[in-house]
Nanobody, 125 residues
Framework: VQLQASGGGLVQAGGSLRLSCVASRRSVDMYAMGWFRQVPGKEREFVAGVSFVGSGTNYADSVQGRFTIFRDFSKNTMYLQMNVVKPEDTAVYYC???????????????????WGQGTQVTVSS
């Protein structure tokens, strides 16, 4: 499967942004998916994950209550709604997918086999 992430950009602190990740195959419902982010010199970190059925979610503590991950199966698309963004949210954001038939949400980079190209999010103070 190929993933295409988009929606990044420059936003002021306190503002909102929505990232999208489109999967190339219609069997996206067989994939658990997630968002990760990375800044230069640091490891890629988990942001949010969603189960293959779409009902299970998990968030990093740093974004809990501000970000929402959800899927639109009719569009083969996963989203990350980012609200009340902070300068520390600045990073390249990557979407990822993992083939699974369980209802688990996956939080480790090593769990995911498929990755999008990344989209830059910059939050100004």
């Amino acid at each position: 499967v190929q993933l295409q992430a988009s929606g990044g950009g420059l936003v002021q602190a306190g503002g909102s942004l929505r990232l999208s990740c489109v999967a190339s195959r219609r069997s996206v419902d067989m994939y658990a998916m997630g968002w990760f982010r990375q800044v230069p010199g640091k490891e890629r970190e988990f942001v949010a994950g969603v189960s293959f059925v779409g009902s299970g979610t998990n968030y990093a503590d740093s974004v809990q209550g501000r970000f929402t991950i959800f899927r639109d199966f009719s569009k083969n698309t996963m989203y990350l709604q980012m609200n009340v963004v902070k300068p520390e949210d600045t990073a390249v954001y990557y979407c990822a997918a993992k083939i699974t038939h369980t209802r688990d949400v996956f939080t480790d980079v090593q769990d995911y086999a498929y990755w999008g190209q990344g989209t830059q999010v910059t939050v100004s103070s």
